[in-house]
């Protein structure tokens, strides 16, 4: 049996202890009615549309049902729940918000690394030293590589364990551990420039998953 959700609309705001949406419900392609949830824990629900959309829930409902369950770990212990139609649903809007949460994150990555060192752990969390001036106008500058080979020691020095840096736009020799004496600040207006302009910020990580009903 083909379920599907389109037109999914989930509101954060709303969103406590499940996900509130809502979204039209398809099964084996045809618009059988509408599916919903408050997101505040209750359970999911959904109404059809017609008669035709009445029958296709109901047989979607007997389809889920004979699914095997969902395994999910609970206080280190795996825990089965029968599956159902608004667990099923529930499934489906989890895996639509994961990957949207997923491209925002790419895109905040891609658009702080423009003007910042970038660093953490590739896909789930990280962290940005930036500059005033993007990284392609810094290599333009007399001094701007060595600028950044001082930065990338800032960072390089303070990462955690599975941590590295994640940028893809600063040459590869810039990467490289250097001494920090590379330049004298006083010698350098950028060094000066660097402790002004470079502030560390803190990214959230990609959304993880909200509670649900055990």
């Not at 040459?171 to 590379?182: M, R």
């Not at 330049?183 to 909200?210: C, F, H, T, W, Y």
């Amino acid at each position: 049996m083909k379920i599907e959700l389109k037109d999914i609309q989930i509101s954060e705001r709303k969103s406590e202890e499940t996900f509130a949406f809502d979204a039209e419900l398809y099964i084996n392609d045809y618009k059988a009615g509408k599916t919903f949830n408050y997101g505040n824990g209750g359970i999911t629900a959904y109404r059809g549309y017609d008669a035709k959309g009445r029958k296709l829930i109901k047989d979607a409902e007997r389809w889920c049902n004979n699914l095997p369950p969902e395994v999910l770990t609970y206080k280190g212990r795996a825990v089965e729940n029968p599956m159902s139609l608004d667990r099923y649903i529930d499934n489906i809007v989890q895996d639509y918000h994961n990957k949207h949460a997923i491209a925002e994150f790419e895109k905040k990555f891609e658009r702080e690394m423009k003007s910042g060192i970038v660093f953490g752990v590739a896909g789930k969390y990280f962290n940005v030293l930036r500059f005033a001036n993007p990284i392609e106008k810094i290599l333009q500058f007399k001094h701007g590589e060595d600028y950044l080979k001082k930065a990338v020691h800032r960072v390089q020095s303070s990462l955690k364990p599975g941590e590295r840096i994640l940028n893809t736009n600063i040459p590869a020799s810039v990467l490289k551990l250097v001494p920090t004496n590379i330049i004298g600040e006083s010698k350098n207006p950028l060094m000066k420039a660097l402790k002004r302009d470079a502030q560390p910020r803190i990214l959230k990580e990609v959304s993880k998953k909200k509670g649900r009903r055990k």
